[in-house]
């Protein structure tokens, strides 16, 4: 899996969109770039993930370069229920394998 | 549908016991599950993978014989630590990865926090 980058942490207030950058310079033509999060004390909850195709669901939005070198997830209207931390990966997709979680970018909304 | 349970939510035991963590998929067959734990402030770090019917595959650094790993069913794996130890607690996660091979989607249970004294 290719290597992804992420800022440690984010602050985003309530109501607004939170944009939460990954680098993954090194991403293969058949890897996916996958969004996960965690909630204290919970198991990860997938979010959604691409190819290279701008991609939206209920939860969130993922915007990948044309390059495919990065993506940005974005989640349009933050609550403080989505405070938790957010790992991005990078994997071919129908894989067996596990998923490689780096550090994250833990996210904290504000009232 | 796809939930994944996992059974207890948190122990405390003593040092030198047993502990057995199940974990289940309740509404798919999962072949293959995955064993992740979790120390404060770090990430999820990869244990083994087990395959229904076959044995655990462990990461380096795990010791086989410490973490028991059993997948007997397409809905069941369950670890056990033995000889538990307060170096052994932390927070204990599994995911399930549906049968079929174009579905690479894999659920996560809700964790297990174990507290070893």
């Known amino acids: 899996d290719a290597k992804t980058t992420q800022p440690p942490s984010m602050d985003c207030a309530e109501g607004r969109a939170a944009n939460l950058p990954c680098n993954h310079s090194?991403?293969?033509?058949?890897?996916?770039v996958y969004w996960y999060r965690q909630i204290h004390s919970q198991g990860p909850q997938y979010i959604i993930h691409g190819l290279k195709n701008n991609e939206t669901n209920e939860m969130a939005s993922l915007i990948i370069t044309e390059d495919r070198k990065s993506s940005t997830l974005i989640l349009p209207h933050a609550t403080l229920r989505d405070t938790a931390v957010y790992y991005c990966i990078a994997r071919r997709g129908y894989s067996g394998y596990a998923l490689n979680f780096g550090k994250g970018t833990s996210l904290l909304v504000t009232p | 549908g796809a939930v994944v349970s996992q059974h207890p939510s948190w122990v405390i035991c003593k040092s030198g016991t047993s502990v057995k963590i199940e974990c289940r998929s309740l509404d798919f067959q999962a072949t293959t599950m995955f064993w992740y734990r979790q120390f404060p402030k770090q990430s999820l770090m990869l244990m083994a993978t087990s395959n229904e019917g076959s044995k655990a595959t462990y990461e380096q650094g795990v010791e086989k014989d410490k973490f028991l790993i059993n997948h007997a069913s397409l809905t069941l794996s369950t670890l056990t630590v033995t000889s538990a130890h307060p170096e052994d607690s932390s927070f204990y996660i599994c995911?399930?990865?549906?049968?079929?091979?174009?579905?690479?989607?894999?659920?996560f249970g809700p964790g297990t926090r174990l507290t070893v004294l």
């Open positions: 090194t991403i293969s033509g058949n890897e996916y």
């Open positions: 995911s399930a990865k549906r049968g079929t091979s174009a579905d690479n989607e894999q659920f």
